[in-house]
């Protein structure tokens, strides 16, 4: 049973570019949910996506930015790039409306580097 | 709001030892709490869970008891090994509108031989 799926792995881009990064949920899920960790920090929350829509967001500025696809899967997009957005992205999925219950599902995560 | 708070790390023990790691929350109603553990490198894997108060989550010889009247979550292992090294979280989530997971910072957990 494949799991969550993210890439690119590793990134690394310039101040002031674009970056999109890729998730595939685990079978069976419909709910993407993405997070933004800090080196030494907690994930916190960036937004989540069900039936194609935005349905919650995080203290995140516009320059974050997503979208889903009608298999589930979801692109997480920053525009231009600072130096703080460097960190490990995690996306999660779960079936909604059960995540109270079993929780989410993580990926590996994208770690981004912004020089 | 609600809110996450764990006891700092690094916890440095020996092999064998037993663990504790102190979880603590702010929330209004009925939140699920988790234990994720994040191994070097590697994203986060689910640990174990409770729904309800006075639920005991427990996996790998990993236990936490949901305590509602202290709002509590502590997590215990009676005998660490090696391959526990890792960094765990505690997380909130509440259901319906404010469907997300709240985490707190994490505790870095050494295991010596």
């Known amino acids: 049973d494949a799991g969550v799926t993210q890439s690119p792995t590793h990134l690394i881009k310039t101040r002031g570019q674009q970056v999109t990064l890729r998730c595939s949920p685990k079978?069976?899920?419909?709910?993407v949910s993405w997070y933004q960790q800090a080196l030494g920090q907690g994930p916190q929350f960036i937004f989540q996506?069900?039936?194609?829509?935005?349905?919650q967001r995080g203290n995140f500025p516009d320059r974050f930015s997503g979208h889903q696809f009608p298999n589930y899967s979801s692109e997480l997009n920053v525009n231009a790039l600072l130096l703080g957005d460097s960190a490990l992205y995690l996306c999660?999925?779960?079936?909604?409306?059960?995540?109270?219950?079993?929780?989410?599902?993580f990926g590996s995560g994208t770690r981004l580097t912004v020089v | 709001g609600n809110s996450v708070t764990q006891m700092e790390g690094p916890v440095t023990l020996s092999e064998e030892a037993f663990l504790t790691i102190n979880c603590t929350y702010t929330?209004?109603?009925?939140?699920?709490l988790f234990w994720y553990v994040q191994y070097p490198g590697e994203g986060l894997q689910l640990l174990l869970k409770?729904?309800?108060?006075?639920d005991k989550g427990s996996n790998k010889g990993f236990e936490a008891t949901y305590r509602k009247e202290t709002t509590s979550f502590h997590l215990e292992k009676g005998s660490v090994q090696v391959s526990d090294s890792a960094v765990y979280f505690c997380?909130?989530?509440?259901?319906?509108?404010?469907?997300?997971?709240?985490f707190g910072t994490g505790t870095l957990l050494a295991v010596q031989p």
């Open positions: 999660a999925s779960s079936l909604y409306p059960r995540t109270s219950r079993n929780g989410y599902t």
């Open positions: 079978s069976g899920h419909d709910t």
């Open positions: 996506y069900y039936e194609e829509e935005e349905r």
């Open positions: 929330a209004t109603g009925y939140p699920s």
């Open positions: 409770a729904t309800k108060a006075d």
């Open positions: 997380a909130l989530l509440h259901g319906g509108a404010t469907n997300k997971l709240i």
